[in-house]
């Protein structure tokens, strides 16, 4: 009777044991994480994936997402308070908010290269090769987005061969960008997989370059994961939760992509066929989507201060304290 007695009570001391710990992780309340797009393979699928496959649930948190429109804007809600995470955001948006004394860490890389992202035209347009974008109206995103950023690298490049930059315009998300070349509001817009690969298929557009074509750009690390500097201070193992549910699903993505493409699906309501939707694996890469190492950090830091991200230059130290990369999984 005592053993049993004994027994009860260790199988209950350790299922309280896991209770607790899942619930400090979770410090009473779910993970507030802000992700720049619904639908953006690098972004996105990572979260479908770990909501999918019980990732998070593995890691003792729960996840709140709350979806923007890339750009600043998550770095505006981190700073508001109004989340503790932020993926997916372009590294000169980070450096003019921690500029304004962000209470910000930038916690790993996110994205390194623009191999992902290509502009296109008009299958009828004249222009041929990216030479020829000079004086035309080419799209981005958001200002702050890793599109605002190639576009300046492109206008900065097409200067320096002594021709005319082009006009940049913010014109939002992938298919805002499609109407607005096909209408021919501007000359060439940005777009990333699967956003209209049936539409190069059916020779509707065609893709003029993609972002690792610009000279310098292909080691860069351009995009970043933050967090708010409280939240990793009094929850410390929930951000280590996070990182590694994110680590196993980027890990499951390039494993098994047939069944990540169908959560993908899924998750995101594509309606791109399931063979349009895998070719999108061919714009990334488990290097390009590392946590580490962030590359081109010297270039970076100029070009916050060319391109007027910020007023004054950021030393090496500066943003060395402005990190914490020890979230990172082994």
């Not at 009860?8 to 009473?28: C, D, E």
């Not at 890793?146 to 690298?153: G, I, R």
């Not at 990333?192 to 690390?221: H, M, Q, V, Y």
């Amino acid at each position: 009777m005592k053993k049993s007695v004994w027994l009860s009570f260790g199988i209950f001391s350790v299922f309280l044991m896991l209770v607790t710990s899942s619930a400090w992780a979770q410090g009473g309340g779910p993970v507030r994480v802000v992700l720049p797009h619904r639908v953006l393979f690098d972004v996105s699928l990572p979260h479908y994936v770990a909501t999918e496959k019980g990732l998070y649930d593995k890691a003792g948190i729960k996840i709140e997402p709350l979806f923007t429109r890339g750009g600043g804007e998550q770095v505006q809600i981190l700073v508001a308070g109004d989340g503790d995470i932020a993926t997916g955001t372009g590294l000169l948006a980070v450096l003019s908010a921690l500029e304004k004394g962000a209470p910000l860490k930038i916690i790993s890389a996110e994205a390194t290269g623009v191999g992902d992202i290509f502009w296109h035209v008009k299958a009828d347009s004249p222009i041929k090769k990216i030479e020829d974008l000079a004086g035309k109206k080419v799209g981005f995103s958001n200002p702050g987005s890793s599109t605002h950023l190639a576009t300046l690298a492109l206008a900065d490049w097409l200067k320096a061969k002594g021709l005319k930059p082009p006009e940049l315009l913010p014109v939002g998300s992938p298919p805002d960008t499609f109407t607005a070349v096909m209408t021919g509001q501007i000359d060439a817009g940005w777009s990333a997989p699967p956003f209209f690969l049936e539409e190069i298929k059916k020779g509707n557009i065609r893709i003029l370059f993609r972002g690792d074509e610009l000279p310098g750009l292909s080691e860069l690390t351009i995009r970043v994961n933050l967090a708010r500097s409280d939240f990793l201070k009094t929850r410390p193992e929930a951000m280590k939760g996070y990182m590694t549910a994110t680590k196993n699903a980027l890990d499951f993505i390039f494993a098994q992509p047939d069944e990540a493409a169908k959560i993908w699906i899924k998750h995101a309501k594509l309606k791109e066929p399931f063979e349009v939707v895998r070719e999108t694996w061919k714009f990334y890469s488990p290097k390009s989507l590392a946590f580490a190492p962030i590359l081109g950090i010297d270039r970076s830091l100029e070009d916050a201060v060319k391109f007027k991200f910020v007023k004054t230059p950021f030393s090496r130290e500066d943003l060395n304290k402005a990190m914490d990369l020890s979230f990172i999984p082994k």
